[in-house]
């Protein structure tokens, strides 16, 4: 079964910068468009960003211009470099391939803003 893993999360300052990264136990990524997901405590998970199997992206409002989605088909890995972290970025960071059914979603790595 395809298990997802997400990591690179961390405590960062206002204005920092991290840069998570997304693996798939047992499956292939570079054929497979994959979005990253957030959520906060109490709150709904949020799409953030997306690429397709082809590299088109998109973003969230709210991240545009501060995140980048990427992928390296060599490594099976897709990235979400994130600048100019707000503290309202504060969230588990999840991915997952696009569309449905949804991979079984992993643990997601916790990511702080903070001064």
């Known amino acids: 079964q395809v298990q997802p893993v997400e990591s690179g999360g961390g405590l960062v300052q206002p204005g920092g910068s991290l840069r998570l990264s997304c693996a798939a136990s047992?499956?292939?990524?570079?054929?497979?468009?994959v979005d990253w997901f957030r959520q906060a405590p109490g709150k709904q998970r949020l799409l953030v960003a997306t690429?397709?199997?082809?590299?088109?992206?998109y973003y969230a409002d709210s991240v545009k211009g501060r995140f980048t989605i990427s992928r390296d088909n060599a490594k099976n890995t897709v990235y979400l470099q994130m600048i100019s972290l707000k503290p309202e970025d504060t969230a588990v960071y999840y991915c997952?391939?696009?569309?449905?059914?949804?991979?079984?979603w992993g643990q997601g790595t916790q990511v702080t803003v903070s001064s």
């Open positions: 997952n391939k696009i569309g449905f059914p949804r991979w079984p």
């Open positions: 047992g499956s292939v990524l570079s054929g497979i468009g």
């Open positions: 690429i397709s199997s082809g590299g088109s992206t």
